[in-house]
């Protein structure tokens, strides 16, 4: 199997941005056959790499992460990056899962610490307290390891220094390419591709981007990551309060220029949270090869990276 690394150093000789989804395993009502549906759509939109999360929020099925990655690359010759979450851990169960992506042919895994329990305190026995203790591991382990990047900041860090000096620290551990956080505001981004640089992250940084379908999705959404929400999407969400449908669609339509800004912009990798909605991936997909079409001259997003530094929320997506 392709790692990801392979595909971004391939990419950038050919001057391109590798273009990736994200899709959830099974649970619930949504079976591997519905699963393996989801990933034949996607898969005919030609990613260059799928990613399968870990049971966000413990709920779901651990197993079936590895078993769905390994299904998409088996069938549609799609690469794949598993995701593996450490907090609570053990070295046993680490192991384990360890065992199980060798076994399937996985080659690139985005190591993350996980969600806290509400009220649990970290417990300072444990094997694996930090995202970065997960990267060393892996990548001991032969894998091409991921891990996550946070362009506002991480939720319990306070400290925008402190998290790009964590991000520095994943590299150093063996972190070979990073995935944002959802963002709704790209200046966000282009200020932190700017302090990363400084710190000497030279790991590619790919920008994770989810459009918001309705008015409960966003707040969830801000409260979990702690995504700031520029003026453009709040009148949206008022302008559609009462019509979900256009809602939806005027979410899908924002992400699309999200996505094709950070594309003009230079951005290293686009990835898309697709919410195994096939329909999001395709309005997305569509709308950056129709700007590859256009004659290039700069684009807004250059000149917003310009200005990020001074105006980090002007909603310039």
């Not at 990548?139 to 091409?144: M, T």
């Not at 019509?243 to 939806?248: Q, T, V, Y």
């Not at 569509?286 to 290039?296: G, H, I, V, Y």
Request: overall charge negative; glycine content about 8%.
């Amino acid at each position: 199997m392709r790692s990801v690394s392979y595909i971004y150093e391939t990419a950038k000789a050919a001057g391109r941005q590798p273009v990736s989804f994200e899709i959830f395993p099974p649970k619930g009502d949504l079976t591997l056959e519905a699963a393996h549906e989801v990933a034949a759509e996607l898969a005919d939109l030609l990613p260059d790499f799928v990613s399968v999360t870990y049971s966000a929020g413990g709920s779901g099925n651990k197993q079936a992460t590895a078993e769905v990655a390994a299904m998409i690359h088996d069938d549609f010759d799609i690469p794949t990056v598993a995701h593996l979450t450490c907090l609570g851990a053990t070295e046993e169960s680490i192991s384990h899962a360890i065992d199980d992506l060798k076994r399937k042919g996985i080659a690139s895994v985005l190591a993350l610490r996980g969600d806290r329990v509400p009220g649990a305190a970290p417990s300072e026995g444990e094997p694996f307290r930090f995202a970065k203790d997960l990267v060393m591991r892996l990548a001991d382990e032969g894998f091409c390891v991921g891990a996550a990047a946070y362009p506002e900041g991480h939720i319990e860090c306070t400290d925008f220094k402190a998290s790009v000096a964590h991000l520095r620290q994943k590299q150093d551990a063996g972190a070979c390419f990073f995935v944002t956080q959802l963002f709704f505001d790209n200046a966000y981004y282009y200020r932190f591709r700017d302090a990363a640089d400084a710190a000497g992250i030279d790991a590619p940084i790919a920008c994770g981007v989810m459009p918001f379908l309705g008015k409960a999705q966003i707040q969830r959404m801000v409260f979990m990551c702690g995504a700031s929400l520029p003026s453009p999407i709040i009148k949206l969400l008022a302008k559609y309060e009462d019509d979900p449908a256009s809602l939806r669609a005027a979410g899908i339509e924002y992400a699309c220029s999200q996505l094709v800004d950070l594309q003009e912009s230079g951005a290293d990798g686009l990835h898309v949270y697709t919410m195994n909605q096939p329909d999001i991936a395709r309005a997305c997909t569509s709308a950056l090869r129709a700007s590859w079409r256009q004659p290039s001259s700069g684009g807004p997003g250059r000149a917003a990276r310009g200005e990020a530094g001074a105006e980090a929320s002007g909603g310039r997506a």
